[in-house]
Every structure is written in C-alpha cells, then in structure tokens.
C-alpha cells in the first residue's frame, strides 16, 4: 500500500503538479499535511476518526479533500474535534 508521503513525492516529481502544489495556499497544505500525519500516526482510518468526531465517514473525507483543493477553510472545532480524534490538542498560533 502507498503511503500518502509516497504518493505525495511521486506526484512532486512533476514540474506541473509541483508548480501548481507551489501556486496554492502553503498554509492550507501545511495543515492538511499535519492532520494527515495525526491520523496516520493514530493509526486510524477516516471512518475512525469521524466516529470519533461524532460525524460520518464522508464528512472527515470531504474535510480531507476540501483543504488539498484550497476550496474550503474548516471552522476552528471542526479542526480542535479532528485533532482530539486523533489524540492531538489543536494549537493556532500568528508567527
């Protein structure tokens, strides 16, 4: 099984997928980058992490996709529930 930082570098390995990952919010990537590696470090699964959440499945998978695509920006318990789901504490802090 790939894992995502596999899949992640192989498909950087392409000056246009590696442009357009550079055009887009960094910010955004950065944070899917670390609820990503949360869940895979829980080992957990979406299903697991959205019953978690109190939520179904295709919600934490549209939560997923929504930030790889830049098209949405989570509410902060949205994102404080993901990371008590994964045995995270959320921490915001303005560098």
């Known amino acids: ?9 192989h498909a950087l390995a392409d000056p246009e ?11 955004e ?9 949360a869940r895979h470090a829980a ?3 979406q299903a697991q992490v959205a019953e978690r959440m109190g939520t179904k ?3 934490v998978t549209r ?3 929504a930030l790889a695509s830049g098209q949405h920006s989570p509410s902060i318990d949205t994102l404080r529930k993901y ?13």
């Open 17 to 27: 997928v590696r442009a357009e990952y550079e055009r887009l919010n960094r910010e």
């Open 1 to 9: 099984m790939t894992t995502y930082k596999e899949l992640r570098t």
């Open 57 to 59: 499945a295709p919600a």
């Open 83 to 95: 990371a008590a789901a994964c045995g995270k504490k959320l921490v915001i802090s303005i560098a």
């Open 63 to 65: 939560l997923e996709r």
């Open 43 to 45: 080992g957990l699964s």
């Open 29 to 37: 990537f950065a944070l899917l980058d670390q609820m990503l590696a």
